[in-house]
């Protein structure tokens, strides 16, 4: 439960440290965009999707709906590798070319303690930091023993279960967290499932009824899911920490309506180390080593569709991520200067199967084992960074450089290297203790993945272009943040010019279908809070992009840029009876998505607006109990718009469109938890 004195005096300290605060513990650090959303695992009790709840509490993510759970994010009109996305400073990729399993979907929100998101380029110590930076930070263990229970219960069967204990001494403090969830097929406000969804796409002639569920499947879930977070921080030295960690998620039998393919599993090992020690001299205030690796496994089938029944077809994939970082924080005069070195690399791998045999044999070598050959991605990077406090004034200026090689096993596929300098100056000026202006200008810049070069399609057509060059973005912020008695208001305006852009071509019949495209990209958002009474307080947001490309593409004549989602609003009303007793009401809408890359396979979506209600009751001190319904009139809508880039269920219906998949109908949900 969140108090209106709390808030307040968040806000009050957060202004005087140069910072940005909002209700639902949303607040937003010294850098020029940089949102902090706190409490995750407190707030968020409805599923363990991060990116469902993401889009919830902040006006500038939308959502990429493709399972009951697994969903993907959409960041200032951009999505996949255009944001870099790490858990606990680890880069954590999918494995599955189809986004299947995105990296935020290998994360739980009862794990998750905040995220920073850093919008646009203005953060230098990752590498391929284009439009966005989004660091989840997961629970840490504490010395004092504690630990917490959670049961939960929703529509179409969901039950979640999660058991967090911590504790410790002097020297060594532990934290274990493990969970088990799993849910039927959501219903949308038509009352259709997964499969009742796509047999009304057969039944009006537009769809193959070879991609329907087989009658045996067509009731099995819609995903099971397991994890497990194990911790344990040792105090070496009075300014010595050493820190060791294991996350495993366990995802089994995800169903992907949307897709001819599902999920068999999805897994992911994380291991992380990292070694802090501070004050070690007037040139080293904080020196971190970290080392890490994370794995992810990936089969995805057509065994539970109509078309497995005659012929199974497998794409089994992996990835793993190798990194390593070293940074060092030290101060001089009114300079905070960091500087760091960083390593990673990515190794990406993928196999078609046909009744279980390599597709090769099966096809007398007509047809590709591998669809992603033994594919490198070797980065090392070098960043220096300096906050200059002057006054009034506060300065901000960082330099990366990147060496990048990308090298793939099959000898028949070229080799790329890149090499590139980004970076961001920034300044704040602070016109009282509760106003300030900031403006910066960044550039960032992203590579291109494995897919994007050497994707071979299962017919053996080279889907990927070898020769892609990377994306540079050059982008210019500007906002204000205004702090005032009864709440604070935030607006931010962006720029952004994207120098070869990697956009998918539909006209280059599945072969070399991406390509280069300089583009544009700008739009605004709002958000902020009020407090009407000492009970009752609002927060809103409002956000809005739009893009462009510079000319059409090869063989096509649209300018307009994809996944560019339209005008999104976010009010929510929150009423304190007393300290025990919280209540929510919620409003979500959007405007109709009408500018669109049609040739590419998007299509008009109708607006929405949804309103969502959640109490929170506190009791014997121990205890909280929370009823909410999502979705309460149980409209029928989508927020998810069908770019070619996603392998989905095409249409035979004229205008060639992909079937739309919709959101869930009205949800009803309990949360029990106990905290000792």
Request: glycine share 8%.
């Amino acid at each position: 439960m969140l108090k209106k004195s709390l808030v307040l005096s968040t806000i009050c300290a957060s202004a005087l440290l140069h910072a940005e605060v909002g209700i639902q513990a949303i607040d937003v650090n010294a850098t020029t965009d940089t949102e902090v959303v706190k409490d995750i695992h407190g707030e968020d009790v409805k599923s363990a999707d991060l990116a469902e709840a993401l889009f919830k509490q902040t006006p500038s993510i939308s959502l990429v709906r493709r399972s009951g759970i697994a969903n993907d994010i959409i960041l200032r009109g951009m999505k996949k590798d255009n944001i870099n996305i790490t858990i606990d400073g680890m880069k954590l990729y999918g494995a599955c070319p189809n986004r299947m399993d995105p990296p935020v979907s290998h994360v739980l929100t009862n794990n998750i303690d905040y995220i920073e998101i850093d919008q646009g380029p203005f953060s230098v110590e990752d590498f391929g930091i284009l439009s966005a930076n989004v660091d989840i930070r997961t629970i840490t263990p504490s010395k004092d023993f504690h630990g917490d229970i959670n049961l939960g219960f929703g529509s179409w069967g969901y039950q979640k279960g999660a058991v967090t204990l911590s504790g410790g001494n002097d020297f060594v403090k532990f934290l274990i967290s493990t969970s088990t969830e799993k849910s039927h097929q959501y219903e949308d406000g038509n009352g259709d499932d997964f499969y009742e969804q796509i047999q009304r796409e057969i039944d009006a002639g537009n769809v193959n009824p070879k991609v329907q569920y087989q009658d045996k499947y067509k009731d099995m879930d819609a995903y099971e899911k397991k994890t497990l977070l194990a911790k344990l921080f040792f105090n070496i030295a009075d300014n010595q920490e050493l820190r060791v960690s294991y996350t495993a998620n366990k995802s089994d039998n995800v169903l992907y309506p949307s897709s001819k393919m599902d999920a068999l599993y999805d897994d992911s090992d994380l291991y992380n180390m990292e070694y802090i020690a501070k004050e070690l001299s007037s040139y080293s205030k904080e020196l971190y080593f970290q080392l890490y690796r994370t794995k992810v496994e990936h089969p995805m089938s057509t065994m539970y569709r109509n078309m497995g029944a005659v012929s199974e077809m497998t794409h089994a994939l992996t990835t793993q991520v190798d990194g390593t970082r070293l940074k060092n924080k030290f101060d001089i005069s009114n300079h905070h200067i960091t500087m760091g070195a960083d390593y990673t690399l990515r190794n990406w791998d993928g196999y078609y199967y046909k009744n279980g045999i390599p597709l090769d044999q099966a096809s007398g070598g007509k047809l590709p084992y591998h669809s992603i050959y033994d594919v490198d991605t070797k980065n090392t990077g070098l960043y220096l960074s300096d906050h200059i406090s002057l006054d009034s004034f506060a300065i901000d200026a960082a330099l990366r450089y990147d060496s990048t090689d990308i090298d793939s096993d099959n000898t028949n596929q070229q080799s790329n290297s890149y090499d590139e300098v980004t970076g961001y100056l920034s300044a704040t000026y602070h016109i009282d203790g509760d106003t300030k202006i900031y403006a910066g200008f960044g550039r960032g810049s992203r590579v291109p993945d494995a897919k994007e070069l050497y994707w071979i399609g299962s017919a053996g057509n080279e889907v990927g272009t070898p020769n892609l060059k990377n994306t540079i973005n050059n982008e210019f912020d500007l906002g204000t943040n205004i702090a005032f008695e009864s709440g604070h208001i935030n607006i931010k305006a962006f720029y952004s010019k994207l120098e070869d852009f990697i956009a998918y071509n539909a006209s280059k019949g599945g072969t070399n279908v991406y390509e280069n495209v300089d583009a544009k990209v700008y739009g605004f958002d709002i958000k902020g809070s009020y407090f009407a009474t000492d009970s009752l307080y609002f927060d809103f947001g409002l956000s809005y992009q739009k893009g462009e490309k510079d000319h059409p593409l090869s063989g096509e004549s649209g300018t307009n840029m994809p996944e560019i989602p339209p005008l999104k609003f976010n009010l929510a009303a929150n009423y304190d009876f007393d300290d025990t007793l919280n209540l929510r009401a919620e409003f979500i809408a959007s405007d109709k998505w009408s500018d669109y890359d049609e040739e590419n396979g998007e299509q008009e979506i109708a607006g929405y607006g949804v309103i969502n209600l959640k109490a929170t009751k506190t009791f014997a001190n121990n205890f909280e109990f929370t009823i909410g319904v999502d979705n309460l009139l149980d409209k029928a809508y989508a927020v998810s718009n069908t770019y070619k880039d996603l392998i989905l269920l095409p249409t035979t219906s004229p205008d060639d469109n992909i079937i739309l998949m919709n959101e869930p109908g009205r949800y009803i949900y309990t949360n029990l938890s106990y905290k000792f």
